[in-house]
């Protein structure tokens, strides 16, 4: 990596994102706080929460997500799909991280930090076990990755999820503990459950997105479909990823903060496992040379992961307030504020990536309100 690309065409991307961009910790932190109290202080909040569901599956939370997602898969040129799923860097080192090494680090850092703690130990391997489909793209998009690779990657880790969860879970709790000697322990979690949640959390918006740029380039063309319709729907993302944000925090809000050391305890491994990753694929980006975007991509989706999953397997298998359920739900609580820290961390160095010209990130980027 150089310095070649000037300090000044960085700055003008930060200064082009909408207010709502540029505020968003501020907004990520109000609707923690909210969600946290809300869940605290409104007697049944949860359980109302809770009973809104069909076949498992939160309608709250799925709406959010669902409204979360649907605008970032919207702005995808799926026409340009093909220069990533060329590109077998990406894709091999994508799977590295996700399939064997994310697994593998979650199990480490939740056996060496929480060796005393056996429910928390196990909703982290859950959670290291199931790859993000969702959250993802909203943090790809901001720092500016490649939206076609990330809806790539996205797709490949939700193929890969429905065939894999349920072995690794099998081969993490009670396989590999078994050979170190280690207490084992089991999960229910069957393909058709998996595949209900991709088919949802993924399927839905990605096909609405597909269908929407299909049907507007067809009738107006790409150029009013960039300019007048984007630019409608783009906002929606944020008001959707901060209304989810508000309910996964609700569910657990009194948990959350009437035990504060167990919160404390179970995110230890979560920063270190963020950091690991999300650090872990910045380099490999780079020393592969895939440039700015597509290392981004490569690194958020290396580190994020689907807590939706996650917490509804914890849940299934071990009750609403186990202690894997907890762990799972301060999953957010921690990988909210800091992949958004990342997302500004990623913008801060993009300019050391001197073959990204600005031209080719400008797309990417919301214009101001």
């Known amino acids: 990596m150089t310095t070649t690309v000037q300090q000044p065409e960085h700055h003008s991307v930060v200064e082009r994102l909408s207010r709502l961009d540029r505020f968003l910790p501020i907004w990520i932190g109000f609707a923690m706080a909210t969600g946290l109290l809300l869940g605290r202080f409104v007697p049944g909040l949860n359980a109302v929460i809770n009973h809104v569901q069909v076949d498992g599956i939160s309608l709250p939370i799925a709406l959010g997500l669902l409204i979360m997602m649907y605008p970032v898969l919207a702005k995808v040129r799926y026409d340009r799909l093909d220069t990533v799923t060329a590109d077998r860097k990406l894709l091999l080192s994508s799977l590295l991280f996700n399939w064997v090494l994310g697994p593998a680090l979650m199990f480490a850092l939740a056996w060496l930090l929480l060796p005393d703690l056996p429910e928390y130990r196990t909703g982290l391997i859950i959670v290291g076990l199931a790859r993000c489909i969702a959250m993802v793209i909203i943090w790809n998009d901001l720092a500016c990755g490649d939206r076609e690779a990330a809806a790539v990657l996205v ?15 099998w081969f993490y709790l009670s396989v590999l503990p078994g050979w170190l000697g280690l ?4 999960i229910t979690a069957s393909p058709g459950q998996i595949a209900k949640s991709v088919l949802i959390f993924l399927g839905v918006p ?9 049907l507007g380039e067809k009738a107006k063309g790409r150029t009013w479909y960039e300019s007048t319709f984007l630019p409608t729907v783009v906002p929606w993302a944020l008001y959707g990823l901060l209304f989810t944000i508000v309910i996964l925090f609700a569910l657990q809000g009194d948990q959350i903060i009437s035990r504060p050391i167990d919160v404390a305890r179970i995110a230890l491994p979560l920063l270190a496992y963020f950091a690991i990753m999300w650090g872990g694929g910045y380099v490999v980006g780079a020393i592969l040379g895939l440039g700015y975007r597509r290392t981004t991509t490569l690194a958020f989706t290396a580190a994020g992961n ?12 071990f009750g609403a307030t186990s202690g894997q359920a907890l762990a799972g739900v301060v999953g957010p609580l921690i990988e909210v504020p800091v992949l958004v820290a990342l997302v500004y961390v990623s913008l801060a160095l993009r300019p050391h990536f001197a073959h990204d010209t600005f031209e080719a990130l400008a797309p990417n980027v919301r214009t101001a309100q």
């Open 155 to 169: 797709a490949l880790n939700s193929i890969f999820q429905v065939l894999m969860f349920a072995a690794l879970g």
């Open 183 to 186: 207490p084992q322990t089991n």
């Open 206 to 214: 990605l096909l609405a997105g597909y269908v929407s740029r299909r």
């Open 306 to 317: 689907n807590f939706e999953l996650a917490i509804a397997v914890a849940v299934a298998t």
